[in-house]
């Protein structure tokens, strides 16, 4: 069942999300080599809060069928997209200001919103459902990757569907071996579970 809980987040600061510097030395050119990859229509790897995801450009719907593909998810479902800011998911989502209000108090953070979407977003997104989950991240290299790319990317766990997540760049080799994925490596950040999962209609949380 659903329940209602109260979401305390410490946010983290510009600086913190958007400095080169806290990031590894090599992660400025992958960044810079994976938004190629993304814009040619591959689907990349990159972590995440919690654990490594698979990401391309939402719009394209070659690189969104290739993603389903390779995780073995159903279209019905829908997918989350990941943003370096609000302003980039605006075009995507239809909000209020009370539901602006609500996902502007944990973002950036590890809280992933499902927000009623603009008529025009593709089925291959928002699969069976009126609504599109999206998140404004708060790990440097997922911010960052969007950053460069100017805009949000499709953000779903790299792993096979029923499979256990993955939280490390050994792991997805040997699962994703032969693939071909484009892998930003880093660490994933502290979380020990996926990012939790709230209506923003209802406040109410669904994961």
């Known amino acids: 069942m659903y329940q209602k809980r109260r979401i305390t987040l410490i946010r983290p600061t510009p600086k913190s999300l958007n400095n080169p510097a806290r990031m590894p030395h090599h992660s400025t050119f992958k ?12 689907v990349i790897a990159y972590p995440t809060e919690a654990v490594y995801g698979l990401g391309c450009d939402p719009l394209n719907e070659n690189a969104v069928m290739e993603l389903l593909e390779i995780k073995q998810r159903p279209i019905e479902k829908g997918l989350i997209l990941i943003a370096s ?14 539901i602006i209000e609500r996902v502007s108090a944990t973002w950036p953070g590890p809280v992933t919103w499902v927000i009623p979407a603009q008529p025009w977003v593709p089925r291959w997104l928002t699969g069976d459902h009126d609504s599109l989950a999206v998140r404004v991240t708060a790990h ?16 779903t766990s790299a792993n ?7 939280r490390s760049a050994r792991k997805l080799l040997k699962s994703f071996a032969g ?18 999962i709230y209506d923003a209609t209802t406040g109410l949380q669904l994961r």
Do not use: N, W
């Open 31 to 42: 960044i810079t080599t994976a938004v190629r990859h993304i814009k040619a229509g591959e």
């Open 140 to 155: 440097p290299i997922a911010a960052a990757l969007c950053e460069r790319f100017d805009g949000p990317l499709v953000s």
């Open 160 to 166: 096979q569907t029923t499979r256990p997540a993955i």
């Open 85 to 98: 800011s609000l302003e980039q998911l605006h075009p995507y989502l239809v909000m209020g200001p009370t």
């Open 179 to 196: 693939s071909g994925i484009y892998i930003v490596h880093g660490e994933v950040g502290g979380l020990r579970r996926e990012t939790a």
